[in-house]
């Protein structure tokens, strides 16, 4: 095919390992998988290690998948990103960005060290989550390793895809319970043209309002962060829409070097809210609830639907709050694990549960009680 | 396809399950004479028929939950059903059970103009949604081809997608909360009022899951503001794969179009005398690109894909002027099914998804397979996420064609898979793609799904025989066709 185009130019692989070595290491991971099926030993899925703190007290033997690692698949003109699991989130997006794309949802890594295939199984998206989707809606297919050990695949590389159950969305998530994740392909998408940020002096509660207001016009709005009385949020997209956005809302336009750092701040939960000595709850709830009437410092994100909680409550009482606002509140980080990180699910949720986490891992081998104490 | 199956009611059974669900239901909602079940012996895939042993018509939760209760006691099958407008067959009913049909769950629940989401019953239509909240200012944005009549329901059942999806996703992109029901009639309240729930990403599997893991009761959908406007650009080329080409150069030139189509010259010839779109019937094939927004962002993102069209060889460009001539650009590719149905007795769809650098040699091998088959196809499809509907023109009153369509069909099936894309993008498996189902997934992956389907239905009871084959199945089918060893299932035992 002649006159083609610059765009479909180069397949980007930078690294390629010789792909000997790369079937020793999923030989050797099914090897150690069925060896601790057969003696009912629990194994601790590792990528980076960056997020040891999320989620249940970490138990068994650590199963490094680091060393699987390696961009297999970069096309922009797909939209599409196929790479090992062991591959440093780092890589992936600066991979992206040369050829101007991203990952929109915008994840976390907390550490250096992060690796796809943890990002993915943590399943956490960061402040454009609410305006562009979350890690598990970006997720195409993913090759992982059962409790059998067992190498399967499921889903691909196109954007709709019907064909059996969305296994692929149902491991994002689920902190590596299911089965060890060899290879991921999620959908990318273009970098904004535009990004601004603005600034505004708000209560919590007038903040709700205004975000709830300004969500349902068609704003280009891609964050918003809460703290302090302190409203910050952030539009990308079309020059032309940023600007007539940024005329009709008005507030204080931060500077762009200023504005990538905050937002970095805060998707890292490095800004000074999340540098506190209570525990950090995480609330998912209905982006109209009030402000949460609980002691502690609030930060509120994604439209609403976010509020971040540093407080000594217990556990109780910040559970009842999220299940007042219609969702479930995580202990983040810090704080008492032995009453469980994870919000309860109903019984028949659990015998659910129970019978997937069966389904995939027989032996309750992978990450036991890093979701759920009863496997 | 070749399954109008006149299967014989198994009397005494069907006597046994009337009278359990008579002490759930009132008699005017539950049918089991032949010419009240009649109306349901198939959804939109009409090529396959059966006769339900009983259908059931409950309008409570719990009626549904005792339904599903009596028929976990007696083991029976329930195939739930929406508005029937399903194109793979997933509503084909069961000659030994139960068809539940929800339609009966039409209301809307409530809708929340600040948090800007709507509570329905599974049998609201797709397009009622967005009617409803229109003075908002607010849609609900999967819009599916069949949006007038299919119901909410089935499009969770299906995942279903539409013209949009590019830009703002599938079903399973816009919905938050479901009640759901399982087999044993027990209440999963799935999802929740904020943007993820606690544990397993149940909202995503159950998502597509096509009636075989839990009864839908209700959903709770995003929705969104409605754009201030939308312009489409119709670009016209000379070469199928010049037009290909240019849907890869919108994309990297680092666009999302609303909406990005692709018909080729059999299409617009179809159609064009039925809409009267204006379209420039000596193209190889042409393209519909859109961008909404606010005015001044459409506008510069017009431009900007008017010159990526531009540069990669497009004959014509016409940008839509006012919303009637936009409109009509989107009247022909609206009508390209009933247009197929115009021009010959019966069609055939498929919705293969394949990633867009093999539309060139896909539509190569489709034009060689037309001719290899006699049977002509039209090309439209959802260019932008590389979701094709080729359409098999064919008759099923001339012996031999519905089965040369179908060996049509499962070839472009099998180039789909072989091309790295999947057998269904969009319509669902159901029964009719299921042996293709086969060759898209290996024996491992097969007895995953099957036991995944046990997590939630132990006795195998919602929507048995469609959307996962049994390894036997497979084995069968694998016997049937064989290339060069390659079949997945080489190493099954053959029986």
């Not at chain 1, 099914?30 to 989620?55: C, E, T, V």
Request: charged share 20%; proline share 5%.
């Amino acid at each position: 095919m002649d006159g083609q185009s610059h765009f479909q130019r180069a397949v980007l692989i930078p690294h390629k390992p010789v792909e000997t070595t790369l079937n020793t290491i999923i030989e050797s991971l099914a090897d150690r998988i069925k060896s601790a099926q057969a003696h009912g030993a629990p194994l601790r899925i590792r990528g980076g290690g960056s997020k040891d703190f999320y989620g249940g007290l970490l138990q068994g033997e650590i199963l490094d998948v680091g060393g699987y690692r390696g961009i297999v698949d970069y096309e922009p003109s797909e939209l599409v990103l196929t790479a090992r699991a062991g591959t440093p989130l780092a890589e992936i997006e600066s991979a992206l960005k040369e050829r101007g794309q991203m990952l929109a949802f915008e994840p976390p890594h907390f550490g250096s060290t992060t690796t796809f295939g943890g990002c993915i199984a943590a399943g956490l998206s960061g402040p454009r989550r609410a305006y562009a989707g979350s890690a598990r809606d970006f997720v195409l297919g993913v090759r992982l390793l059962d409790g059998k050990g067992d190498d399967l695949r499921f889903g691909g590389q196109v954007m709709k895809n019907v064909a059996g159950f969305d296994v692929s969305r149902l491991l994002t998530g689920s902190l590596g319970t299911l089965g060890v994740l060899l290879k991921i392909s999620v959908k990318v998408l273009p970098l904004p043209v535009a990004e601004t940020t603005l600034r505004f002096e708000h209560t919590a509660a007038d903040a709700i309002a205004l975000l709830n207001e300004w969500g349902g016009k068609p704003l280009p709005l891609s964050a918003s962060a809460w703290r302090g009385g302190e409203l910050s949020v952030r539009l990308s997209g079309a020059r032309a829409a940023v600007d007539a956005a940024v005329t009709q809302l008005g507030g204080e336009r931060l500077d762009e070097a200023g504005a990538t750092a905050f937002w970095q701040d805060i998707r890292e939960h490095r800004d000074a809210f999340f540098s506190t000595a209570a525990p950090l709850w995480r609330l998912s709830i209905k982006s109209t609830t009030a402000p949460l009437n609980l002691p502690g410092n609030q930060l509120i994100e994604w439209g609403g639907s976010l509020r971040w909680l540093a407080t000594n409550a217990d556990a109780a009482t910040v559970r009842e709050a999220a299940r007042f606002g219609g969702g479930h509140a995580t202990l983040f980080r810090g704080g008492d694990k032995s009453a469980g990180v994870f919000h309860p699910l109903p019984a028949a949720m659990l015998a659910v549960h129970r019978n997937l986490k069966r389904s995939f891992d027989p032996a309750g081998i992978f990450n036991r009680g890093r979701l759920y104490g009863a496997f | 396809m070749s399954n109008v199956a006149e299967t014989t009611i198994d009397r005494a059974r069907q006597h046994e399950v009337v009278a359990a669900l008579s002490a759930i239901l009132p008699a005017h909602a539950l049918l089991h004479e032949r010419e009240d079940v009649q109306p349901y012996e198939c959804d939109g895939l009409s090529a396959y028929r059966r006769l339900p042993m009983v259908v059931a018509q409950p309008d409570s939760e719990d009626q549904v939950r005792d339904i599903l209760r009596a028929c976990h006691r007696l083991r029976v099958p329930v195939v739930a059903r929406g508005a029937g407008t399903g194109l793979s067959g997933g509503a084909l009913p069961p000659s030994d059970g139960v068809l539940l049909s929800l339609a009966r769950f039409m209301r809307i629940l409530d809708i929340d103009p600040v948090a800007r989401t709507a509570r329905l019953q599974p049998g609201v239509r797709n397009l009622a949604i967005s009617e409803a909240v229109a003075p908002l200012g607010l849609y609900y944005a999967p819009d599916p081809s069949s949006q007038i009549a299919c119901s909410i329901g089935g499009n969770v059942a299906e995942n279903a997608g539409g013209m949009h999806c590019l830009k703002y996703g599938l079903t399973v992109h816009n919905i938050l909360k479901l009640r759901a029901w399982t087999i044993e009639g027990e209440l999963l309240e799935i999802g929740g009022d904020g943007l993820d729930a606690a544990g397993y990403d149940l909202l995503a599997l159950l998502t597509g899951s096509e009636g075989l893991l839990a009864i839908i009761t209700e959903v709770t959908v995003k929705l969104l503001p409605r754009p201030q406007r939308a312009q489409c650009i119709l670009a016209a080329f000379d070469d199928i794969v010049k037009a290909g080409q240019a849907v890869a150069n919108v994309i990297a030139a680092g666009i999302i179009p609303a909406g990005l189509e692709m018909m080729d010259r059999i299409t617009t010839g179809a159609v064009e005398p039925f809409v009267k779109a204006g379209y420039p019937l000596d193209a190889a094939a042409i393209l519909l690109c859109e961008s909404d927004g606010i005015e001044v962002e459409v506008a510069e993102e017009i431009a900007h894909m008017t010159a990526v069209m531009q540069q990669s060889g497009a004959t014509e460009i016409r940008v839509s002027r006012d919303e009637a001539e936009r409109l009509r650009f989107w009247a022909g590719r609206k009508s390209a099914f009933p247009a197929a149905g115009r021009i010959s007795p019966d069609y055939y769809c498929m919705d293969g998804t394949i990633p867009k650098k093999a539309l060139a040699r896909m539509l190569n091998e489709i034009t060689a397979l037309s001719a290899k088959y006699g049977l002509r196809c039209m090309n439209v499809f959802h260019a932008g996420d590389g979701n094709l509907h080729p359409l098999i023109l064919y008759d099923a009153n001339k012996p031999g064609e519905l089965e040369r369509t179908e060996a049509f069909g499962a070839e472009i099936l099998k180039l789909s898979i072989d091309v790295g894309g999947t057998i269904t993008g969009e319509h669902g498996v159901g029964v009719e793609k299921i042996d293709s189902m086969c060759l898209q997934f290996g024996t491992a992956e097969l007895a995953l799904f099957h036991a995944l389907k046990a997590a939630f239905d132990e006795h195998a009871l919602l929507n048995p025989g469609k959307a996962v084959p049994t390894l036997h199945r497979c084995a069968e089918y694998g016997r049937m066709h064989v290339h060069a060893g390659q079949e997945k299932f080489a190493d099954l035992p053959r029986y």
